[in-house]
């Protein structure tokens, strides 16, 4: 069965840092690409930053360029966003979901995890 | 700055059938978007229902089908269920590794 768990949210400042990980399971990891998908408190999905399965490329939203850095350790089958520079608008669950190149979609996704950006 | 439109709220009666479109604030929806259809409960994580337009996921009743219909992509529920009451979300793949999320439709079931 595929496994995705987030962890690693919690309540930072403005201006703060945060690390995410995404513990995958039950599926070749690196064979796959991830995206981290975002839904603030209330409002609709948002998605935030894809990884290639061997990291050689990556994109991310204009909303967090600059500011937020996906990676993965295939080894440790782990995903990761490290957000700096936070903002109150970067409250929101996040959540790590699997692609499925064979029909261009997310196929797995986490039950997320919250990050909430407060003074 | 692409747009993907969705019906903000739309109600249907039990039994009914419903039709939530997906468009693009310029220019058709076609199959080279690859639309996909997410179902999400309030505090759930989302639960892929349809992807490439009308493949439905493992397990996901057949009461839900996937179309292109007048430049739009859309999930139609046929015979809507108590527990069909949920938001539900396209994506279109632009390519490149970059998705858009439209803004969710409340589905309603009264």
């Known amino acids: 069965e595929v496994q995705l768990v987030e962890s690693g949210g919690g309540l930072v400042q403005p201006g703060g840092s945060l690390r995410l990980s995404c513990a995958a399971s039950?599926?070749?990891?690196?064979?796959?690409?991830m995206n981290w998908v975002r839904q603030a408190p209330g409002k609709g999905l948002e998605w935030v930053s894809y990884?290639?399965?061997?990291?050689?490329?990556?994109y991310y939203a204009d909303s967090v360029k600059g500011r937020f850095t996906i990676s993965r350790d295939n080894a440790k089958n782990s995903l990761y966003l490290q957000m700096n520079s936070l903002r109150d608008e970067d409250t929101a669950v996040y959540y790590c979901?699997?692609?499925?190149?064979?029909?261009?979609?997310?196929?797995?996704w986490g039950q997320g995890t919250l990050v909430t950006v407060s003074s | 700055q692409t747009v993907v439109t969705q019906e903000p709220s739309f109600s249907v009666s039990p039994g009914g059938t419903v039709t939530l479109t997906c468009g693009l604030s310029?220019?058709?929806?076609?199959?080279?978007?690859?639309p996909s259809w997410y179902q999400q409960t309030p505090g759930q994580a989302p639960r892929t229902l349809i992807y490439?337009?009308?493949t439905r996921s493992s397990g996901v009743p057949d009461r839900f089908s996937g179309s292109i219909l007048e430049n739009k992509a859309a999930l139609t529920i046929t015979g809507a269920q108590a527990d069909d009451e949920s938001d539900y979300y396209c994506?279109?793949?632009?390519?490149?590794?970059?998705?858009?999320f439209g803004g969710g439709t409340k589905l309603t079931v009264l």
């Open positions: 310029s220019g058709s929806v076609s199959t080279t978007y690859y």
């Open positions: 990884i290639s399965s061997s990291s050689t490329t990556i």
């Open positions: 039950g599926f070749t990891f690196s064979s796959h690409s």
């Open positions: 994506v279109l793949y632009m390519g490149s590794g970059i998705w858009v």
């Open positions: 490439s337009t009308n």
């Open positions: 979901a699997r692609v499925v190149w064979s029909g261009y979609y997310f196929g797995s």
